[in-house]
């Protein structure tokens, strides 16, 4: 399900069986450091779109935590700590946060929920057909790992 009108009117309809809170984690930079931001946000939002896609009904895809890149990262973690409890309170068993920033990585365990870190591909140059059959390609990959970490979480 996603963040929309529709989709959110069903989940809450059926919010017992919506379990799963998928958030990307996107950076935003002014700075000399922009496009390859911008190929961050365009990489992991087509991932997450098609993520969506393929668990529909399991998982909402909740707008991106977007961030300054250049902030202290007390502040991102503080800030997504906020948006975490949110997610707790409104009843998601599981929570992913996809990003292709690594500075992620070297917060992970103090993020709540789990952190799922995949390099971005540059898109800007390539067909669309191309575009979406490797993000079709990356998204497969990651249907395996979200299953297993429902399965973790079950043990």
Not at 29 to 35: I, L
């Amino acid at each position: 399900m996603n963040w929309n009108g529709k989709d959110t009117e069903s989940f809450q309809q059926q919010k017992e069986y919506v379990d799963t809170a998928l958030v990307p984690l996107v950076p935003i930079s002014f700075e000399s450091d922009m496009k390859e931001t911008a190929s961050q946000h365009e990489f992991v939002q087509l991932l997450t779109m098609l993520l969506e896609k393929q668990f529909k009904g399991r998982i909402l895809l909740i707008p991106p935590f977007t961030y300054i890149k250049q902030q202290e990262e007390e502040e991102k973690l503080a800030a997504l700590k906020r948006w975490s409890d949110e997610i707790d309170n409104a009843g998601f068993k599981h929570k992913l946060f996809f990003t292709s920033d690594s500075n992620w990585k070297l917060a992970e365990d103090k993020i709540d929920g789990s952190l799922v870190w995949v390099p971005a591909v540059p898109l800007e140059h390539m067909e669309d057909s191309y575009k979406y059959s490797l993000i079709e390609d990356q998204a497969k990959q990651f249907v395996n790992i979200i299953v297993h970490k429902w399965q973790q979480d079950l043990s």
